[in-house]
């Protein structure tokens, strides 16, 4: 795997999203998938990767760069008829969840994950607390250093954006609730990476032994 094209704080979680892929994945899913980087990344774990996004510009640019064993497709996940249920041994979602009401999202990606299968999902909340205030003040310094290493920080143009309507507290007691068992994890560039196994017949995936989120909420 090459150098990145560009860098920003969803570029820099993909290491921690391949890190979570199970040994052996036949089929991965990277929903709301933008301009594909990340299931370009997917392929080199995966045999078989969907990428769905549903921004007919994000998938044209996607296609233009893309590896035999990935398949793109201009659609929603959240109504899911472009998708298999139970299909993928594998789901991420990066920076999209808030683009959707928080429970039909989790909902809709839950039932996309193949029994045992494993879903990813990197995400933004917005601050609530003093407590939210100061952590997100630390991830400054840090991001400033990455991106003067990385040659800055960019988002490719005309990626559909949004303002993550849950705060951080509610994330993680959402998480907890809809996802029993997950790990959360809020990290310093002003994301939450959440890991959930589905139930199901027992699979080689990578230990997740992330410390429980001590940062923020109730
Ligand atoms: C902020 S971008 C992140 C893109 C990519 N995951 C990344 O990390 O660079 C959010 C993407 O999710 C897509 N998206 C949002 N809601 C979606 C939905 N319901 N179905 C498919 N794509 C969706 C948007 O079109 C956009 O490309």
Known sequence: MGRDPYWNHNVHYHRAVLAAVPHGCRT??????????????????????????????????????????????TG???????????????????????????????????RLVTPGGRLVIVGLARNHTRLDWLISACGLPASRLLARLRGGKRDPDGMPLAHPPLHWGEVRAAARRLLPGCHYRRRLLWRYVVVWDKPGVVWDKPVVGWDEPRESGP
């Open 76 to 110: 929603d996940y959240l109504d899911g008829t472009a998708l298999t249920e139970d299909g993928y041994d594998f789901v991420s979602a990066v920076a999209v969840v808030h683009h959707a009401p928080f429970e039909d999202a989790l909902a809709a990606l839950t």
């Open 28 to 73: 991965a899913l990277d929903a709301g998938c933008g301009d594909g980087l990340l299931a370009r990344k997917l392929a080199t774990r995966a045999e078989a990767v969907t990428g769905i996004d549903r921004s007919p510009e994000m998938i044209r640019r996607a296609r233009a760069r893309q590896p035999a064993n990935v398949t793109y497709v």
